[in-house]
């Protein structure tokens, strides 16, 4: 199985441990579950990257922030699977670039650990926090990935500053993985 499909698997796994139930940020943000219907249509078309599916939508239900049972929006499925017209429609119709799944993960964490560096570039540009820490393992995006070997990804949060003491619940910093994983040339990016 390669990396960034068996990462997914544990994300999901991970997810599904925590109860992959709708989460209560308590930050009075205007997102809705969607259980089906246009919101959850949106969050497939997202994943499966169609964006004159995705413009109809947003034409029609204008809610860019649903959130399906696991918590997931839009913006999530679609930076996880590189989609980066559709990350830029979901920007400009209002997605949050900082909603968080059950589990504290963010879009730009789920693009840095699939080495989509230009989304985590766009992500950052808007706002999104560079070392926000997912509540399952205290992994942030740098630590993610260093851990797989995505060295654009890598450059591209250093660019913006990452901070590459933070350690995860482990105690290891995104250089220790990048280091038990041989991946030298992230190794000698966080020297």
């Not at 860019?64 to 049972?69: A, G, I, L």
């Not at 540009?125 to 260093?146: F, Y």
């Not at 220790?176 to 992230?186: K, L, N, Q, V």
């Amino acid at each position: 199985m390669n990396k960034p499909y068996a990462l997914l698997l544990v994300v999901t796994l991970l997810s599904l441990l925590a109860g992959c139930g709708p989460s209560d940020s308590g930050s009075g943000s205007h997102t809705a579950m969607a259980p089906d219907g246009p919101g959850m249509a949106l969050i497939e078309s997202a994943e499966q990257g169609d964006l004159s599916a995705v413009e109809q939508l947003l034409a029609r239900n204008r809610q860019p922030n649903v959130r399906d049972s696991c918590d997931w929006t839009p913006l999530m499925k679609a930076a996880l699977n590189g989609h980066a017209a559709i990350v830029e429609r979901l920007l400009q119709a209002g997605a949050q670039v900082d909603a968080m799944d059950s589990g504290g993960y963010t879009a730009m964490m789920l693009a840095a650990s699939n080495n989509h560096a230009a989304i985590v570039e766009r992500l950052l540009d808007k706002g999104a926090m560079v070392d926000h820490q997912e509540s399952t393992m205290g992994w942030t995006a740098l630590i993610w990935a260093a851990k797989q070997g995505h060295v654009a990804s890598v450059k591209a949060l250093l660019e913006h500053q990452a901070d590459r003491t933070l350690k995860d619940f482990e105690g290891k910093t995104a250089a220790d993985w990048a280091r038990e994983g041989g991946h030298e040339e992230i190794l000698a990016l966080l020297r």
